[in-house]
């Protein structure tokens, strides 16, 4: 039966306190519900923002504890670089370094035109203004007019060779020198007589 007030009043003293009672707690549940449930949310988010914190403040130690290691190495990088581009011929070198080819017993000779693909561009050419200050214009000018004004080229048949007047002078100046010095003259005659195509469990006779 639903209680009324005045039924509530009717009652005995003990019933009414009861009664009295059990609303209080409800009323204290429901306070509590509101209350905490959005700050145990909230604590929650908190503890996993810190955990978040901990852990980039501890990749962030790491990186500070390996920089030294770091700094080495690019330092290295770029004397190995440095050295590496001191030792690259020139166009007035390549007819020399051909004819000693030959001399020492070479038959064949090839090159690749210099290209900087991707993020290499970006280390090259930051590399380049820092140390040759003066000459990194007309080395990066050099590249691109190689390159159809761009650093690289992907192009089939254009990325090992450039394009442009540079390049035809290089490639024609290559090729006169290796016919001087007798290089790229040797023909290979490929031979089939002692191919034999394989049976099909071949590989079994491995265990015979």
Same mark, same amino acid.
């Given at each position: 039966?639903?209680?009324?007030?005045? *039924?509530? $009043?009717?009652l005995p003293?003990?019933? +009414?306190?009861?009664? $009295?009672?059990?609303?209080?707690i409800a009323i204290a549940g429901l306070y509590l519900y509101a209350l905490i449930i959005p700050v145990q949310d909230e604590l929650k988010a908190a503890k996993g923002e810190l955990s978040k914190l901990e852990q980039e403040l501890n990749n962030s130690k790491a990186i500070v504890r390996e920089l030294p290691k770091f700094r080495e190495q690019v330092a290295k990088l770029n004397e190995e670089l440095k050295n590496a581009l001191t030792q690259l011929p020139n166009e007035k070198e390549i007819p020399e370094i051909l +004819?000693?080819? *030959?001399?020492?017993?070479?038959t064949h000779a090839d090159y690749i035109m210099?290209?900087?693909p991707y993020s290499v561009k970006d280390l @090259?050419?930051?590399?380049? &203004?820092?140390?040759?200050?003066? +000459?990194?214009?007309?080395?990066?000018? !050099?590249?691109?007019?190689?390159?159809?004004? +761009?650093? %690289?080229?992907?192009?089939?048949?254009?990325? @090992?060779?450039?394009?442009g007047e540079i390049a035809e002078t290089i490639e024609n100046l290559f090729e006169i !020198?290796?016919? #001087?010095?007798? $290089? %790229? #003259?040797?023909? @290979?005659? $490929? %031979? #089939?007589?002692? @191919? &034999?195509?394989?049976?099909? %469990?071949?590989?079994?006779k491995l265990f015979a």
């Amino acid at each position: 039966m639903a209680l009324t007030m005045d *039924s509530i $009043l009717k009652l005995p003293t003990p019933k +009414k306190i009861l009664i $009295l009672v059990a609303i209080l707690i409800a009323i204290a549940g429901l306070y509590l519900y509101a209350l905490i449930i959005p700050v145990q949310d909230e604590l929650k988010a908190a503890k996993g923002e810190l955990s978040k914190l901990e852990q980039e403040l501890n990749n962030s130690k790491a990186i500070v504890r390996e920089l030294p290691k770091f700094r080495e190495q690019v330092a290295k990088l770029n004397e190995e670089l440095k050295n590496a581009l001191t030792q690259l011929p020139n166009e007035k070198e390549i007819p020399e370094i051909l +004819k000693e080819t *030959s001399r020492r017993g070479g038959t064949h000779a090839d090159y690749i035109m210099l290209r900087l693909p991707y993020s290499v561009k970006d280390l @090259f050419t930051d590399w380049l &203004k820092r140390e040759y200050p003066l +000459k990194a214009s007309k080395v990066i000018s !050099s590249i691109k007019s190689i390159r159809g004004g +761009k650093l %690289n080229s992907s192009e089939w048949g254009v990325r @090992f060779r450039g394009e442009g007047e540079i390049a035809e002078t290089i490639e024609n100046l290559f090729e006169i !020198s290796c016919r #001087k010095y007798g $290089l %790229n #003259k040797r023909d @290979f005659d $490929l %031979n #089939k007589q002692h @191919f &034999k195509v394989p049976l099909r %469990n071949e590989q079994l006779k491995l265990f015979a």
